[in-house]
């Protein structure tokens, strides 16, 4: 398996809203996106607004992984992730590069490599099962439906490099409980995602603690959120690939 491969699987590895509006003498108002969006943003915010978050770090221990994850995200498209004492992995929104390269699968020390470009939109499929993308790209309504034990509204994001997401949030909590993608490889469709529970108030953020994800149905794991910090100072060299590196990851 390619290296990039390798460790991205590895890594896998609003929200809703009550909208039918109690007032006497008016018609119950119907679902729209713009709503459910709206209502997600008031559940996620803790005495503030979701425009006003601008970054995120979010620390995970994933059952399939032998190191802590630290994920940092400055919205809408940028990242970087570090694999503790493994990698570390930059998405500038245009390119992408290990600027500490994974050891090979033997454990062959590598040297820092850009990653190819047909790799980038799982990049930013990370960043939208991170964070949901409804609030920084068009959101579509698609009804709802019983998922993860509740009610919850369907809306369809479609990402900028085309992968379509699917999110899932509670009726009543107006949080998401569930996040599916639409990924095509070698023409082969898959379905990856993540459920989430057990929200926590982190600093100002409404986050889950406790995090399922899967590549394949039959390959479900948990992930444990360590620590979630927002609005973190994040300077432009944290997501800056340095021009020495000229090499493609095979």
């Given amino acids: 398996m390619r290296t990039f491969e390798r460790v991205h699987r590895l ?9 039918i509006v ?16 709206a209502r997600a943003a008031s559940a996620m915010t803790v005495g503030g607004e979701i425009e006003d978050l601008q970054t995120l770090r979010i620390r995970m221990v994933y059952a399939d992984h032998e190191y802590p994850v630290i994920t940092e995200i400055s919205r809408p498209n940028r990242m970087r992730t570090e694999g503790v004492g493994n990698y570390v992995l930059v998405f500038d929104g245009e390119r992408a590069a290990f600027l500490e390269s994974p050891p090979a699968e033997d454990g062959t020390p ?4 850009l990653v190819d470009s047909r790799y980038l939109r799982d990049l930013e499929l990370d960043i939208a099962f991170a964070f949901p993308a409804f609030f920084d790209y068009p959101a579509e309504y698609l009804g709802s439906e019983i998922v993860e034990g509740v009610e919850s509204h369907k809306l369809s994001v479609t990402l900028p490099l085309g992968v379509r997401m699917t999110y899932f949030v509670d009726t009543e909590s107006h949080l998401p409980v569930r996040v599916l993608a639409d990924v095509t490889v070698d023409g082969t469709e898959y379905h990856p995602g993540r459920a989430f529970s057990d929200y926590e108030d982190w600093g ?4 889950p603690r406790t995090v399922t994800y899967w590549w394949m149905p039959d ?25 020495s590196i000229q090499t493609t990851m095979p």
């Fill in 22 to 37: 109690m007032v006497p003498g008016c018609k119950q108002s119907a679902p729209t996106a713009e709503r459910i969006v």
């Fill in 204 to 207: 100002g953020l409404m986050y």
């Fill in 11 to 19: 890594s896998m590895s609003a929200m809703a809203v009550t909208l």
């Fill in 219 to 243: 390959g479900v794991e948990t992930a444990v959120v360590e620590s979630v910090e927002v609005d973190v100072p994040l300077g432009e060299d944290r997501f800056s690939i340095p021009d």
């Fill in 110 to 113: 590598q040297d820092p490599a």
